[in-house]
């Protein structure tokens, strides 16, 4: 039961981070395994982090002219071979619903791995002139990727995302608006998720399927690991030339859209947990928090202790503020392990003593700081401490993610980094892909992105000594 | 193009009711056919309602301690087949996915049509001490059922829906549930989406799959034919047993669970469509609809019109009211057509005379009432306005509904109200199923539920003549 096992130890990062995460997902409640194979469950406290991601993004992507829509989850196999790329991008981790009505279909049809197919169908269908453009849609659905090995939020056979698709007039459209998600994410990311970002390109062979470019925001997780927070791609006119979407222009000539798509996933939730997290647990940064802020009565039987925990949470929650009282029979220390591991970012401590004293003890959960405030100024103070949890988890993030990026000018400084160090290397790369093979296939690392901001670390790639044309952020990736 | 099409005449609802609403559903821009036999494509237009009832929906269960969360859309088959009502009921129109990942699956697996059988996996992992209980979970989710004939929002192979299922600790509980979200539902109908609605139970044939009893609300469309707009299901301890969810009681003692679900689906688009609608397009409650007001502005060429019209959109906006001007170079006259089509609630006309005036012209979209307003005053009579459009629609659709609402008490007038008129039926039945099945195989309607409010409307039944026992309403439905 949970109850019980909750302030249970968790592994420790350091010893063994796999099972740490693993230890946090389970005890903080954030997920369950289910009887179908390498698909999750995500419990109630797992999916009110998800809802508060959903509502903020949504509202940032509206506030750029974005509109929701629904599209089938069914891809016939024939839509999903139009364009070469894609399908071969695609078609071998899908799953395939040939039998529907208890009969044999005509035309098998796979569950959608993601809806690019889909999406050209549809503009199709509505782009006719330039009055139509652009269109720009997104859609919060769940895709199916059958993936062999799982992990909890980060890599399973189904997941819940949101796919943004966009149909332009002029390339420079497409271009401009895959950067403008490409910073929405951006910014989503480090003033509401608290997570630092390197925004960069992907090099061609770590593109999207289908893509002209792929953008990418990527992130350091807390054992050097880097994750992939979100993409953005640019397509061209390739889907819209396999698909035939064409438009009128003014000039009364047929041309071809230019598309776009951009997604991101729950795999956020992963990437929460293993920025911030510690070894008592999860921790939340108070804009993803479903609850914000826990009152823990102390003394709770004495007379006036709930009564004044209750009063609080009322003032509290007609401020604004995500509160609940913890008031189940329980030690206050029980219920401190609990809010730690849940990642509660504030708790409020009241007592006899407090109460008699017009004040009690908030303790953050994100650096342990215990703060003496008057009871009087709780309504004020509250809402200012959890905004500087916020920021203050952010630098804690960035700081961590830059004493963890190093340089390296040659193979033997960057085999060290992944041997005695782990994070992001900074190198140079003369953008040939044998390099960039070559670098994989002996450190099993991967080129994460060429950053929007270049640095020169020196003339020569890395790997074959050429003249340099782009440094490169490379990492071991989840 | 949607621009030309949109004052086209649409079929009149009294020629052909089916063509006026498909009509309606294209031109209002709500759905669009896809390459994917029997799934729609929900537009912009369409899922912007989706989300204002989604997003009230929420609150009202969020309201009564529901929590979200999201379960596999797969279920392998050794799981479906644990409860065999259920089975029966759902095995002949699901979809299965027999490959993944290239490879045949070891056992098949159904895309969920609904997700009792996951729910129960899940909560008999969670569930073990009383302490445990009530769980009280809702997923919005999508689901397929391989219907041979489909319709936009009414009947499709993939709709949107959200399923509640909950696990109480008593017989008493679970049922208190059941009746506590019919009326959340009902509420919902009637103050959100001004549809006035029979609160009932099913017969013992129409119930569902696997439930010991199914609650209903039952609304009535203005071609005279019934729908179910929502369902609420008590299912006992029939699931807890087939999937062994059991609790240790304060006693100690180990007890099966008792549980409910209950479910509303893009269906209710439909409804809002056939309950509003007339022969100039969709007619939409203020509550629902993702527009409220446009402000059309009569020669927006001449200097100081479109300002104007702006200013009253910056000061409505303030006010909360969901506006916008149309200002495409069209005549007024067009967009007046437009508006009407889709449905939007208020219309605001304002030219060069009206700002000499200081006032302007709001048009009610529900019956055409022209209201001259003064601008100083707009800001307070807009939301006023809006609200009594929202409870002058739910009072026409509630006197149509009752216009449309017969007695029978012999077959003689049971087969005239299906002949000569068209509507709801109530009469007496002795509960037995055979003459539920006598009725239906001679008119093709079906009982659409005992209601709540019982009448006597005559001792005997109105098929056999024995004793009657229950009086009940009968429709054609969708």
Redesign the interface.
């Known amino acids: ?3 019980k096992k909750m302030v249970e130890a968790i592994t420790s990062m350091d010893e063994d981070f796999a099972q740490w995460y693993t230890d946090v997902v389970k005890k903080a409640e954030l997920i ?1 395994y ?3 194979k390498g ?6 406290e ?3 982090i ?2 508060l991601i959903q509502s903020q993004l949504d509202a940032r992507f509206k506030a750029t002219g974005v ?10 196999e024939s ?1 999903l071979q139009k364009e070469k790329d894609h399908v071969e991008g695609f078609a ?11 009969q044999k279909l005509t035309e ?2 796979c ?1 959608r791995p993601t809806s690019e197919t ?1 999406f050209c ?2 503009y199709k ?2 782009v ?2 330039y ?2 453009l652009p269109q720009v ?1 997104n859609q919060w ?2 895709v ?1 990727r ?3 090995e799982t992990r909890p939020f980060l890599r399973s ?2 997941f ?1 995302w949101q796919e943004g698709h966009t149909a332009h007039a002029t390339a420079e459209e497409a271009q401009e608006r895959t950067e403008q998600m490409l910073n929405v994410y951006a910014d989503f990311l480090e003033n509401v998720l608290a997570i630092p970002v390197i925004k960069g390109q992907k090099t061609e062979k770590e593109k999207f399927a289908g893509a002209v470019a792929t953008y990418t925001i990527e992130t350091l997780m807390h054992d050097g690991k880097a994750l992939q927070a979100g993409t953005s791609h640019n397509f061209g006119d390739g889907f819209a030339k396999a698909f035939e979407i064409q438009y009128t222009d003014k000039d009364n000539t047929l041309k071809h859209v230019h598309q776009t798509s951009w997604g991101m996933t729950t795999r956020l939730i992963g990437a929460i947990i293993m920025v911030h997290g510690d070894n008592s647990g999860l921790k939340l940064p108070p804009r993803v928090a479903p609850t914000q802020v826990v009152i823990i009565p102390i003394q709770q039987k004495k007379e006036g202790v709930l009564d004044k925990a209750y009063e609080i949470e009322k003032t509290l929650k007609a401020a604004g503020v995500r509160v609940r009282t913890d008031d189940v029979d329980k030690t206050p220390g029980w219920k401190f392990s609990e809010q730690e591991m849940r990642g509660i970012p504030m708790r409020i401590e009241i007592g006899p003593k407090d109460i008699e004293a017009g004040k009690c003890i908030i303790c953050r959960r994100d650096n342990g700081e215990k703060i003496e405030v008057a009871l009087t100024d709780l309504e004020a103070k509250v809402p200012e401490i959890l905004e500087t949890i916020q920021k203050d988890m952010f630098e804690a993030a960035k700081a961590h993610r830059d004493e963890h990026t190093y340089v390296a000018t040659t193979m033997e400084e960057f085999e060290k980094c992944f041997t005695e160090k782990s994070g992001f290397v900074k190198s140079m790369w003369c953008e040939d892909q044998a390099c960039e093979d070559a670098i994989k296939e002996k450190l099993a690392v991967t080129s994460r992105c060429m950053p929007y901001e270049q640095e020169n670390l020196s003339d020569k790639c890395v790997c074959c000594g050429k003249p340099a044309k782009k440094m490169v952020y490379w990492g071991k990736a989840y």
Chains 1, 2 share one sequence.
């Open positions: 039961m949970a109850d369950d289910t009887s179908v698909c999750m469950a995500i419990k109630p797992g999916y009110a998800w809802e509109k929701n829509l629904y599209l089938p989850m069914f891809i016939p839509l071998p981790e899908v799953a395939w619903v040939t039998y529907g009505g208890g098998r049809m569950v889909l169908d549809y269908g509505v006719h002139s009055r139509d849609c659905c769940s199916v059958w993936e062999k056979r189904e819940l």
